[in-house]
């Protein structure tokens, strides 16, 4: 069974603190996703890797980073934690190519609040 | 920036019923993929059902089914014998610029009654 992990389910931070959201995938999917979901607005793409140590910035950036030193992991870094950035994180993967292999497959998400 | 319409945030069904989920967006591509994805109350987002642009025939797997029309840019999801199990949020989601990036829409709220 394919999967999509990520390290927390919820996650209550203080402003300012720098705050890592670990996502792995059990797939060898070279690409991985993060995006922040809010009520009335979807899901909107933050940063997007296609590769180890590749990325790129999805439409809302500011205010966060990425690391991907391992194919399986990609992390989300948020350097100085405010409360705007409270949301719900979803991680996802895909492999490229084939038309099918267009599906991105989700983690079950991280609800962070930020104090 | 590529925009995805979903002009319904929320709709009801009775069990049994049969309900049509609408989507349109905007692309200057020929050739993308357009997906539709589930996510149940507190749980993982999961994929529907997906269509190739290039394919006339409209997808459908067991109760769901699109209508894609292309020159039309929309691409709207019926839920046929809608189940309780069917309660979730439903975001359209077309490949964005002929990459691999997802656009997603702001989301149906779909409440199945009994």
């Known amino acids: 069974d394919v999967k999509v992990t990520q390290s927390s389910r919820y996650l209550v931070k203080r402003t300012g603190e720098k705050v890592f959201l670990e996502c792995v995938q059990d797939?060898?999917?070279?690409?991985m996703f993060w995006y922040r979901q809010d009520p009335g607005l979807g899901l909107r793409l933050i940063y997007f890797?296609?590769?180890?140590?590749?990325?790129e910035k999805g439409d809302i950036p500011e205010g966060y980073s990425v690391s991907r030193e391992k194919k399986e992991r990609f992390s989300l870094i948020l350097e100085s934690a405010s409360t705007n950035q409270t949301s719900m994180y979803l991680c996802?993967?895909?492999?490229?190519?084939?038309?099918?292999?267009?599906?991105?497959?989700f983690g079950p998400g991280t609800r962070l609040t930020v104090l | 920036a590529q925009t995805v319409t979903q002009s319904q945030p929320e709709m009801s069904v009775q069990e049994a019923e049969t309900v049509t989920l609408s989507c349109t967006y905007d692309t200057s591509e020929n050739n993308y993929y357009l997906f539709w994805y589930k996510q149940p109350p507190s749980r993982q987002m999961i994929l529907v059902i997906r269509q190739e642009a290039y394919k006339q025939q409209n997808a459908t797997e067991n109760r769901f089914s699109v209508n894609f029309q292309k020159a039309a840019k929309s691409f709207s999801l019926k839920i046929s014998d809608s189940q309780l199990g069917d309660t979730a949020m439903y975001f359209c989601a077309p490949t964005q610029g002929g990459s691999e990036k997802l656009v997603f829409g702001k989301g149906t709220k779909l409440t199945v009654n009994p």
């Open positions: 890797s296609y590769d180890v140590k590749m990325k």
């Open positions: 996802a993967s895909s492999s490229p190519g084939l038309a099918e292999n267009n599906e991105q497959f």
């Open positions: 797939m060898d999917h070279e690409n």
